[in-house]
T-cell receptor
Framework: GAVVSQHPSRVICKSGTSVKIECRSL??????MFWYRQFPKQSLMLMAT?????????EQGVEKDKFLINHASLTLSTLTVTSAHPEDSSFYIC?????????????FGPGTRLLVL | QKEVEQNSGPLSVPEGAIASLNCTYS??????FFWYRQYSGKSPELIMS????GDKEDGRFTAQLNKASQYVSLLIRDSQPSDSATYLC??????????FGKGTMLLVSP
């Protein structure tokens, strides 16, 4: 099956610093990747849709200048949380859609747990 | 606003029983439906996808879709303790945008 990796799996940072999270599709090409955030006991909330070679589309209420997304290749998208604050602490999960697949299936990465002190 | 509704549970079933998980959605134009399993602290794992009315079976899992009633369900036969997790219903609307329900927690007791 399709494999999506994320790095790092866990990060602790000080308030005010920036954190970069990488999302890679390992065995398929992904023209579209998605970034979600999940708070404890809540469902996944889509933050943005990342398309290779173009600007990301952000969901309402998500600050594009705070959550920088770059999708430079068909296998890599990055999310940078700039000037992180404690309220940004969450579980960040990316997913990728197989560009060659006929079905609209999204495959999820293992997630990155961010703790901002 | 597109909504996907699930009973939060927990749904408790004994080992070997059938677990029935239900989901309703608001967007009549939705065409693709997915069930994901999420263990605590982990990311979602795709269990089933279904696109047309009726049943789709894969091993112990059966997904059922009724577009007229805007209803999708997941049946798990011969439930095992390892099936204990939160099950997320997801509906695809528009171009590749998944809307998730809040999930139903399933507890399978030995």
């Amino acid at each position: 099956g399709a494999v999506v990796s994320q790095h790092p799996s866990r990060v602790i940072c000080k308030s005010g610093t920036s954190v970069k999270i990488e999302c890679r599709s390992l065995d398929f090409q992904a023209t579209t990747m998605f970034w979600y955030r999940q708070f404890p006991k809540q469902s996944l909330m889509l933050m943005a849709t990342s398309n290779e070679g173009s600007k990301a589309t952000y969901e309402q209420g998500v600050e594009k200048d705070k959550f920088l997304i770059n999708h430079a290749s068909l296998t890599l998208s990055t999310l940078t949380v700039t000037s992180a604050h404690p309220e940004d602490s969450s579980f960040y999960i990316c997913s990728a859609r197989d560009a060659s697949g006929r079905e609209e299936t999204q495959y999820f990465g293992p997630g990155t747990r961010l703790l901002v002190l | 606003q597109k909504e996907v509704e699930q009973n939060s549970g927990p749904l408790s079933v004994p080992e070997g029983a059938i677990a029935s998980l239900n989901c309703t959605y608001s967007d009549r134009g939705s065409q693709s439906f997915f069930w994901y399993r999420q263990y605590s602290g982990k990311s979602p794992e795709l269990i089933m996808s279904i696109y047309s009315n009726g049943d789709k079976e894969d091993g112990r899992f059966t997904a059922q879709l009724n577009k007229a009633s805007q209803y999708v369900s997941l049946l798990i036969r011969d439930s095992q303790p390892s099936d204990s997790a939160t099950y997320l219903c997801a509906v695809l609307s528009g171009y590749s945008t998944l809307t998730f329900g809040k999930g139903t927690m399933l507890l399978v007791s030995p």
